[in-house]
């Protein structure tokens, strides 16, 4: 497996990622695997070397994110958000840090041609937080 490391978080990631989309409660997604459907599929990408799994809370209302969390619980070091409005992100970051607990380290935004807001302030809130977008 290759690897890429991001600044200087120590945060590295595989090149290949797991998505988790697929996951989660069949009584949402009638095509989405259960726990114990996953397990096996998840266990293997990592014994291949995946790091990075992709999940949201849009995936099975959530139940992707419970399952990830359930079958990685011991692999996480970093974690990483994605596509959020900057002023989220900057109170998910306050209320983590005020707290003890982690932060996260990067910042996967939703940023092409057409879709241009995070010039403005995702970027530069990344910048200040010391928080690698990933453009």
């Known amino acids: 497996m290759q690897y890429v490391r991001l600044g200087q978080s120590g945060l590295e990631v595989s090149r290949i990622g797991l998505g988790m989309m697929s996951y989660g409660d069949r009584a949402v997604q009638a095509w989405a695997l259960a726990q114990d459907g996953a397990g096996p599929i998840v ?12 999940t949201a809370d849009t995936h099975s209302d959530g139940a992707s994110e419970e399952i990830t969390g359930r079958l990685l619980r011991r692999k996480v ?14 109170q998910a970051q306050y209320a983590a840090r005020s707290a003890g ?7 996967q935004n939703r940023y092409n041609l057409v879709n241009r807001e995070d010039e403005r302030e995702m970027i530069p809130l990344c910048r200040d937080l010391e928080v690698h977008d990933l453009i």
């Open 101 to 107: 607990q982690t932060a996260f380290v990067s910042m």
């Open 77 to 90: 070091r970093y974690l990483g958000a994605s596509t959020m409005a900057a002023w989220q992100f900057g």
């Open 43 to 54: 266990a293997r990408a990592a014994e291949a070397g995946v790091t990075f799994f992709d």
